[in-house]
């Protein structure tokens, strides 16, 4: 039943979660930027 220690299996939930992120990797990437730079020219103009 015990499969491996806790950190593999941790290390195993991880790897999973990133590889499911990488399908998303591209737009979620683009819509970080684009929020961070409407951040950016927010501030600026004030």
Known sequence: MEAGTRQERR???RQRRRER???H???LRRVY???IL???ERL???
Request: no cysteine.
């Open 11 to 13: 290390e195993q939930r």
């Open 21 to 23: 992120m990488a399908k």
């Open 25 to 27: 990797g591209a737009s």
């Open 33 to 35: 930027r684009d929020a």
């Open 38 to 40: 409407k951040r950016l």
């Open 44 to 46: 600026r103009k004030t």
